[in-house]
């Protein structure tokens, strides 16, 4: 997957039930096509709301942070929260390891 990004109060789910997936790494941060200013967090969770990644104070403009994860839920939960109602969080190059 190249990237996706979210407004605040949006998410996407994934499961991956049965695949035996054990890690998650990817690129977290403000989308360049969010006008200036917007600030913000950016949540991986699994469904039951275990935090998986969290990144804060991200900013438009700033390099998008490394995120490496352990995945203890085949479930996971993208979530932002961004300061600027037409900004989103960009979620990149998000690799999921599976064994299967």
Not at 94 to 99: A, G
Request: with cysteine.
């Amino acid at each position: 997957m190249k990237s996706f990004s979210l407004h605040d109060n949006e998410r996407i789910d994934w499961d991956l039930t049965g695949k035996q997936c054990t890690k998650l790494r990817g690129y977290i941060g403000i989308d360049d096509d969010s006008p200036n200013g917007t600030s913000g967090f950016a949540f991986i969770t699994n469904q039951g709301f275990g935090l998986l990644a969290y990144e804060q104070q991200l900013a438009k403009g700033q390099s998008a942070r490394w995120i490496n994860a352990t995945l203890t839920d085949p479930k996971l939960r993208f979530l932002p929260d961004v300061s600027d109602p037409g900004g989103w969080a960009a979620y990149a190059e998000m690799q999921v390891y599976c064994n299967s």
